[in-house]
């Protein structure tokens, strides 16, 4: 088929779709994860495998041997799908599909990198990058590179980020304005190949720079681009990777940033933070530092009713690193392993936040009618004192324990503490 062609077909299926069936609703959007409606309080989130999502360099041979349920490619690029016009290398991709369906995950894709053949802005300089962040690529290639890949791949990636980081200039040197005829135009190639497949917006990066993730997202939905995505997404790191990491905590209103973005144009979608953890290891060195952070990211990320929160990254031996291949699991990857189990089979009654006149920060879970409650210190130890009510607890990196009639003290690591009945 010549692009010609193919363009034709592209054209002749975003016309024949009615605009209300552009706009994704809670009927027409077949979602896993809980919505939460902008501007309101938090709904409690259930949680499922689909939650708890992980990055790896390579699938073949460093499939992360932790529990999860949906993984993010590396090296599947456009430009790397499609380095010259119309002559597809699907190898890396094919590897990715393959060893997702084997492991029983979904797969995320994600765009970006314009290839420059494509680029409207071949010569455009990227920051630490050769080409790829140019804007805005020709829109009739880029069509149809959408629909040669949700074609090949049909009901086996089962959702397609909109664009990487694009508030980084590394990523992307348009506007956010720029990017919505990008998203005008495979949404509908996209539903209209593959309805069950999910599309995110485009997924700027707490780390950004020049423009902040929330400043970002509120240009792009200022501009329309809200109606053609079926998720909001973002990138919830630790800070710049040239500094110290910020705590964990610092999530909190990344996220509270995000949903006043969202309440303001009258946004109502389910939430993925499709990337982030404290960044580079020498921003958080200490092993011990790193396990506690990554318990706080998901837990954080769970209970303030995020959908999905992908880790970055399974075996990177740069950037929050989980396994090593001299070594295996590090303190970090063990974590990993425990919050999974203290997440599994649970429903978030109330979202982590700090009590006040106090560096003692809880979050509240339930299974069944079991209730838990997690707490950590966020500055030196605090007294827990509840624990006339306490039947169990498990401090990260520990086996559970049984209280006794001392106040137990809870320092930076978290600790889950099973509640009696009441």
């Not at 075996?315 to 990857?333: I, K």
Request: aromatic content about 12%; charged content about 20%; some cysteine.
């Amino acid at each position: 088929m010549t692009r010609n062609q193919l363009g034709a077909i592209v054209l002749m299926t975003v016309a024949s779709l009615s605009f209300a069936a552009l706009v994704p609703t809670a009927d027409s959007v077949a979602l896993d994860e809980t919505s939460t409606k902008a501007g309101d309080e938090v709904q409690p989130m259930q949680f499922s495998a689909q939650f708890v999502g992980m990055h790896t360099l390579s699938p073949g041979r460093h499939w992360p041997a932790v529990p999860f349920g949906s993984i993010r490619p590396a090296g599947a690029s456009w430009g790397a799908l499609e380095p010259v016009r119309d002559q597809y290398d699907w190898h890396s991709l094919d590897t990715w599909v393959a060893q997702s369906q084997a492991h029983h995950v979904q797969l995320d894709y994600v765009f970006v990198n314009t290839p420059a053949w494509a680029s409207t802005k071949p010569t455009e300089p990227c920051n630490g990058k050769r080409f790829g962040c140019a804007a805005p690529p020709n829109l009739d290639d880029w069509s149809a590179f959408v629909t040669a890949l949700v074609t090949r791949y049909k009901g086996k990636i089962s959702s397609y980020e909109m664009w990487n980081e694009p508030n980084g200039s590394g990523f992307w040197t348009g506007t956010p304005e720029q990017m919505v005829p990008l998203a005008a135009r495979a949404y509908p190639i996209i539903k209209s190949i593959d309805p069950a497949a999910i599309v995110t917006t485009p997924v700027p990066s707490s780390s950004g720079w020049p423009m902040s993730h929330d400043a970002w997202l509120d240009k792009y939905l200022a501009a329309g681009g809200g109606k053609y995505a079926d998720v909001v997404a973002w990138h919830g790191y630790a800070g710049r990777n040239d500094r110290p990491a910020l705590p964990p905590e610092s999530l909190v209103q990344q996220i509270e940033a995000l949903r006043a973005v969202l309440a303001r144009h009258h946004v109502n979608l389910p939430i993925w933070n499709t990337e982030g953890g404290w960044g580079k290891n020498a921003q958080l060195p200490d092993p011990d530092d790193e396990a506690a952070f990554l318990v706080k990211w998901y837990l954080i990320n769970f209970t303030d009713g995020i959908a999905r929160a992908y880790w970055y990254q399974w075996d990177n031996p740069d950037w929050g690193t989980l396994w090593r291949e001299s070594t295996g699991l590090t303190a970090a990857g063990k974590a990993a392993e425990q919050v999974y189990g203290w997440l599994d089979g649970v429903t978030a009654a109330s979202p982590c936040r700090q009590k006040s006149a106090s560096s003692l920060w809880t979050c509240d879970l339930k299974k069944g009618n079991v209730r838990y409650q997690v707490a950590w210190s966020a500055s030196g130890k605090q007294s827990y004192a509840d624990v006339a009510r306490v039947a169990g607890f498990t401090e990260e990196g520990g086996e559970r324990q049984l209280p006794g009639p001392q106040p137990l003290m809870v320092g930076s690591r978290p600790v889950l503490f099973e509640l009696k009945s009441e």
